[in-house]
């Protein structure tokens, strides 16, 4: 018999991440932040105020806005995707873990949602919202991360995950809606209490994306092979993680933080916090700052 596909992926996910890769995902951050910082007096970071005491998780709301844009997204497969709103917020809530912990999170949250969504074909993304579909299996990944999971606990949770993953589109068709957002919502909730759920002791379908009933049967047409990136990580491919890019990731700050109505001195704070591997108790300041 073959290795299930999450299985496989499980495997992926556990093995450590290089300070050279954690500083991409530093890069990844930033510009999350800069997304939840730009869409600030947007109705979506309302509702998120709205809903929670919680700085990473009323930023699922805001930090959606700006990301799901055309034009902000990334080419993935048959997909224009961006994993970092439904990532971010499930690898920054859990407030006792340090930085490079919250970054290795970031990387493997992408390499999960990314993997997923290379695997998917048009069909799929013609349908489902793919931050949702793929962005179920990022967080779950992400806080399985920050628990500190073990091959076979990602495989379970990633399974239960997938088995409740997904998002429909319609409401592209209705302007003005929150619903893009709260998909974004559902996502983190749901891999965040996947993950929390195996660490308690519950178990989930390994071969659920292939499975007769599964993922891929009922979501796709023609699905493909998981993504890699050889020996890397799949964050590694994404644009705007390259050298001489901090100039311009100051800028894009600056910017955002304008649109948000705050002073613009805090895209330096924000940069000094993300490159501190000491920066975990700040980050959750200016989020909660921010999100306000």
């Known amino acids: 018999m073959s290795e299930a596909i999450l299985t496989h992926l499980a495997r992926r996910l556990a093995r450590p991440v290089s300070p050279e890769t954690q500083n991409i995902a530093r890069a990844h951050l930033l510009d999350w932040l800069a997304g939840v910082a730009g869409a600030r007096e947007s109705e979506a970071a309302a509702m998120g105020g709205a809903i929670s005491m919680r700085g990473w998780e009323r ?112 409401f592209q068709h209705e302007p003005d809606l929150l619903t893009g957002s709260w998909h974004i919502y559902h996502a983190v909730r749901t891999g965040r209490d996947a993950a929390l759920h195996v660490h308690y002791g519950a178990t989930g379908p390994q071969g659920l994306l292939e499975g007769a009933q599964g993922l891929f049967a009922a979501m796709t047409n023609e699905p493909g092979p998981l993504g890699e990136h050889g020996s890397g990580w799949l964050i590694e491919t994404l644009a705007g993680t390259g050298a001489g890019e901090d100039t311009a990731m100051l800028e894009k700050l600056t910017e955002q933080l304008a649109a948000g109505g705050l002073a613009s001195d805090q895209a330096e704070r924000a940069q000094t916090i993300v490159m501190s591997d000491d920066g975990a108790d700040a980050l959750d300041t200016m989020l909660e700052e921010w999100t306000r």
Do not use: K
Request: proline share 6%; glycine share 14%; net charge negative.
């Open 59 to 170: 930023a699922t709301y805001g930090g959606s806005v700006i990301a799901m844009l055309p034009g902000h997204q990334a080419s993935i497969g048959a997909a224009q995707l961006s994993p970092g709103p439904a990532v971010m917020p499930a690898a920054l809530g859990m407030p006792s873990s340090d930085l490079p912990a919250r970054l290795d999170a970031i990387v493997r949250g992408y390499e999960a949602s990314l993997a997923v969504a290379m695997a998917l074909d048009s069909h799929h993304f013609e349908h489902w919202h793919g931050e949702a579909s793929c962005g179920t299996l990022g967080a779950c990944a992400a806080f399985g991360s920050v628990i500190g999971f073990a091959p076979v606990e990602y495989a379970n949770a990633l399974g239960n995950a997938a088995s409740v993953a997904g998002g429909l589109l319609h």
